[in-house]
């Protein structure tokens, strides 16, 4: 017997082995979650990855039907191929077209300067009304046959007004902008505001905001996301030099200035997504 040592069993020692049975377990189940929220993360970026080359496939199978269909067509007027529509680009992209106009990327800029103007001042002013109309049910009653009666008119459609009333400078194609997206704006807030739970509203009023504090920080911060996917709805350029290049039969350079308006649009659009994902955590995924 004088080879074996027994270690004295205490009160503490007891308490010492319980805690450590405990802790194994919690240590566990800790280790679990991490392993679960770094293959949750893994399988998200392969998403995203899955999803990304699935849309360069489909861009790219386009590309070779379009380079396909010009080869098999054999008229550049018609339907030119890719690769002449990339010269005409490049070419274009710092050269004056027609010879008494501007480069592509002047045009470029001219039209986003419009746009901007004209879709700043237009979602501001839609966003309003549409608040305005969720806030007070005499406003709503008073502008919402307004909003229906203009929107299905289309905005080209008040082009001869807005020559005669406005000239031809830049003033008329930025209020052309402006009517167009008003009206989408209202109707998108009044219906993401409607959305936002009336618990929210009566908990920031018992706590003693005032109607005015409550609509702005409470009830039009829950409503963002739904604002901002009615912004990326409502959007307008680089059309003169796609109409002077149509007239000359130039149908290269007429691609290429529809591909540099879905360029721009397409980085717009990301913009607003990348603002959407800060206004709503849960999309981010």
């Known amino acids: 017997m004088s080879g074996w040592h027994y270690a004295p069993l205490t009160a503490t020692g007891v308490i010492e082995a319980q805690d450590q049975d405990q802790a194994r377990p919690e240590a566990g189940g800790e280790l679990a979650e991490r392993a679960d929220l770094l293959a949750h993360r893994q399988a998200t970026r392969r998403a995203r990855a899955g999803r990304a080359a699935t849309g360069a496939a489909g861009l790219a199978a386009l590309l070779v039907l379009w380079q396909v269909g010009a080869l098999i067509l054999g008229d550049q007027v018609a339907l030119p191929s890719v690769s002449q529509t990339a010269a005409q680009f490049a070419h274009y992209l710092a050269r004056p077209y027609p010879a008494q106009?501007?480069?592509l990327w002047f045009d470029l800029y001219i039209s986003l300067r419009r746009i901007l103007i004209g879709f700043v001042i237009g979602v501001t002013t839609g966003v309003a009304v549409g608040a305005a109309m969720s806030a007070w049910r005499f406003a709503r009653h008073l502008i919402d046959p307004v909003i229906e009666v203009i929107r299905p008119l289309p905005p080209l459609a008040f082009i001869p007004l807005f020559i005669v009333w406005l000239g031809i400078g830049e003033l008329p194609k930025e209020v052309l902008i402006i009517v167009g997206i008003i009206p989408i704006m209202a109707v998108t807030?009044?219906?993401a505001l409607d959305e936002v739970p009336e618990d929210l509203r009566l908990c920031a009023r018992t706590l003693g905001a005032s109607r005015r504090y409550t609509?702005?920080?409470?009830?039009?911060?829950?409503a963002l996301?739904?604002?901002l996917t009615g912004m990326r709805i409502a959007t307008s350029g680089l059309g003169f030099m796609i109409m002077q290049?149509?007239?000359?039969l130039n149908t290269a350079?007429?691609?290429?200035g529809i591909i540099t308006i879905a360029m721009a649009g397409l980085v717009l659009d990301a913009g607003l997504r990348g603002l959407l994902i800060?206004?709503?955590?849960?999309?981010r995924r």
């Open 215 to 222: 609509l702005l920080h409470v009830q039009i911060r829950s």
């Open 189 to 191: 807030t009044v219906a």
């Open 245 to 248: 290049a149509g007239d000359y």
């Open 278 to 283: 800060l206004a709503d955590p849960s999309r």
């Open 253 to 256: 350079l007429v691609f290429a």
């Open 225 to 227: 996301p739904g604002i």
């Open 101 to 103: 106009g501007k480069p």
